[in-house]
């Protein structure tokens, strides 16, 4: 079995002004389609690991064969990480939390604002490539971390509810070495029932 390349929820040119239709395009065309290709490759030769979902192979990496390992925690993270990314966007979206997440959000940071504050600091203090994320611990509550690279939260034990890629190549048309105001932008395109529900299925 190999993974496949969800479609883009949106139009390449949905996210702007605040992410440029051609950065969207080489995002998803380019680099999501090339993680994809790359952990296809990798598990290939691993037909124990058919029928698993990415979710499952992504939080238990030490039942991956240490010869491709490597592989398909940077490429199986790339694929999954911009899923997520993807669909917590959208067109006409951004405002404030929903629901029961925003509850969890007052609970666990005091309120929106806080945690603005600490994604975009997570985002910013992420030295070269990684993510920042908004995941949700086993006990239900809310923490705000970053990881390196493609690595994701289900390594971590963690579900993400929101992530925001902080790699250049997510940017850098627009913003250039602009980090700062593209993760304060960025909130503009927070698809927050998409939030609410993966918060809700965690």
Do not use: C
């Not at 190999?2 to 996210?15: G, I, K, M, R, V």
């Not at 048309?173 to 395109?189: D, F, I, S």
């Amino acid at each position: 079995m190999s993974f496949e390349l969800p479609q883009l929820p949106y139009s390449f040119d949905a996210l702007e002004p605040w992410i440029d239709a051609k950065t969207v395009e080489i995002h998803y065309t380019k680099h999501h389609i090339t993680y994809l290709t790359n952990l296809n490759n990798a598990l290939s030769s691993l037909p124990a690991f058919a029928g698993q979902s990415i979710e499952e192979i992504l939080s238990h990496l030490e039942a991956v064969p240490e010869t491709v390992r490597t592989a398909v925690r940077n490429n199986g993270g790339g694929y999954y990480n911009h899923i997520v990314y993807w669909n917590v966007m959208g067109a006409n979206k951004g405002g404030e939390p929903l629901g029961k997440l925003a509850k969890a959000i007052e609970t666990s940071f005091g309120g929106f604002t806080a945690l603005k504050e600490q994604v975009e600091k997570a985002g910013l203090g992420r030295f070269g490539s990684g993510w920042a994320w908004l995941s949700k611990k086993t006990d239900g509550s809310l923490l705000v971390h970053s990881t390196p690279n493609q690595d994701t939260p289900l390594a971590e034990g963690l579900i993400p509810v929101i992530g925001v890629d902080v790699w250049e190549h997510a940017y850098y048309l627009k913003y250039q070495n602009r980090r700062a105001e593209y993760l304060t932008n960025w909130w503009n395109l927070v698809n927050w029932e998409e939030a609410e529900r993966r918060y809700l299925e965690a």
